[in-house]
């Protein structure tokens, strides 16, 4: 399968190096939308909770005081700069690392929450980020070793599929998923729904969405099933 | 079982890591029945294994050859292309580092290799991108653990345990 089967028209390249960036339709859709909502997300302020209490007819507003809110705004800015750089980064090594940032700027995000059950359920997180870290760079060095390139745009002229690269693929996956916390661990991350400062809880969302989808086209374009 | 206390289960935070390292060993442990078939042209070119060795070389294994800025040593690239200078700098040595060589056989496995300029030409010269993003994950590991310690997100000790 190759790249314009699954983005579109390959628009052009930013060589930096041996890290190409590709851009494509695709990419560059995924990375505009990273950077619209990261931009939204700088300029917006954080939402007040108002919580009714039982008993008199006084309202509880449950705030987020000024220091909290900047860190929580300076690491969701970051986080959605990491997201569109991984929309648009053409190689594998590279794209592990987005994610690693992408995971520990979340836990960041996550980390200055101050309540008790969402900085257990942080702390879980933290766990799989951890363990999640292993997989995705072990499984980045299998498809170095068994390809002999991280340039995706390399990895798609290579005709064949061995066993060890759909192993390393599906090590790259297991990191991806740890690290981004997406759908079978979205229970753990339900916990910050109700927390007050949405706006910047929604990035973690957000960035494990793109990556996904992104790291579909990655696996796709390494294992071209098709 | 019914699907819904499954998911239920799942519902608790604790669980998901033993979950995931579960699932994680288990396609770890089924790696060792995948046979191994490795790229015999590989980017990074490497001399045979002991030859640098067994001629006392003291830049053993890491020797690429080269002169700095005369003489290119052997260093690829994925894009040739966009790294015109490539080699110039590969056998790069720091005052220090040529004292050391000249005292040791060893010099290239010790950690006073890390001054070579090979390191410099694959990390920063074609791979540059990739030490801009790892020193930011650092960056940001930093700022979180150092407002966490100075903000003390929560303090435990009057809560209730669950």
Redesign the interface.
């Known amino acids: 399968m190759d790249l314009t089967t699954i983005g579109g028209q390959l628009l052009g390249t930013i060589?930096?190096?041996?890290?190409?960036l590709y851009l494509t339709p695709f990419n560059l859709f995924m990375f505009a939308g990273a950077l619209a909502f990261t931009t939204l997300i700088a300029i917006s302020r954080t939402e007040t909770q108002v919580e009714a209490e039982f008993g008199t007819l006084k309202d509880k507003e449950v705030k987020v005081d000024l220091?909290?809110f900047k860190?929580r705004r300076?690491?969701a800015i970051?986080c959605g700069l990491a997201t569109a750089?991984a929309m648009i980064t053409g190689?594998l090594?590279?794209f592990t690392?987005?994610v690693?940032?992408i995971g520990?700027?979340n836990?960041?995000i996550v980390?200055?929450?101050?309540?008790?059950d969402v900085?257990?359920?942080a702390f879980?997180?933290g766990?799989?980020a951890m363990?999640?870290s292993?997989?995705l760079f072990g499984g980045a060095a299998i498809i170095?070793?068994?390809?002999?390139?991280?340039?995706l745009l390399?990895l798609v002229k290579i005709p064949y599929v061995?066993?060890?690269m759909t192993?390393g693929s599906?090590?790259l996956l297991?990191g991806i998923?740890?690290e981004t916390g997406v759908a079978?661990?979205y229970?753990?991350k339900?916990?910050m729904f109700r927390t007050p400062g949405s706006p910047f809880i929604l990035i973690i969302h957000l960035s494990s969405l793109l990556v996904i989808v992104r790291a579909i086209e990655v696996l796709l374009i390494i294992n071209k099933p098709f | 079982m019914n699907i819904g206390r499954i998911?239920n289960s799942?519902?608790?935070?604790?669980r998901?890591?033993r979950?995931?390292?579960l699932?994680?060993a288990i396609?770890?442990l089924?790696?060792f029945i995948?046979?191994?078939?490795?790229?015999?042209?590989?980017?990074y070119p490497r001399p045979t294994p002991q030859s640098q060795i067994s001629v006392l070389n003291p830049l053993a294994p890491y020797d690429r050859g080269g002169i700095p800025l005369k003489e290119t040593g052997t260093v690829k690239?994925?894009?040739p292309k966009?790294?015109l200078e490539l080699g110039q700098i590969t056998a790069y040595l720091s005052p220090i580092a040529i004292g050391v060589k000249n005292t040791t056989y060893y010099y290239g496995t010790s950690i006073y290799s890390s001054p070579g300029g090979l390191i410099d030409e694959i990390l920063y010269?074609?791979?540059?991108?990739?030490t801009i993003?790892?020193s930011?994950?650092l960056m940001?590991?930093f700022?979180?653990a150092s407002?966490?310690a100075l903000?003390f997100?929560?303090r435990?000790e009057g809560?209730d345990e669950e």
């Not at chain 1, 060589?15 to 190409?20: A, K, N, Q, T």
């Not at chain 2, 995948?34 to 980017?43: A, R, T, V």
């Open positions: 060589p930096l190096g041996d890290i190409v220091q909290e860190i300076f690491l970051v750089g190689d090594f590279n690392l987005f690693t940032l520990i700027v836990i960041g980390s200055a929450v101050r309540q008790v900085l257990n359920a879980q997180y766990l799989i363990m999640a292993l997989p170095l070793a068994s390809t002999g390139t991280l340039s390399e061995t066993s060890m192993f599906l090590l297991m998923i740890g079978p661990f229970a753990t339900a916990e | 998911w799942l519902a608790n935070p604790k998901i890591p979950l995931f390292a699932i994680l396609i770890l089924a790696g995948i046979p191994i078939s490795l790229n015999d042209h590989q980017l690239a994925q894009y966009n790294s010269y074609t791979r540059g991108f990739d993003l790892e930011s994950i940001m590991a700022i979180i407002w966490v903000h997100t929560m435990r809560e």
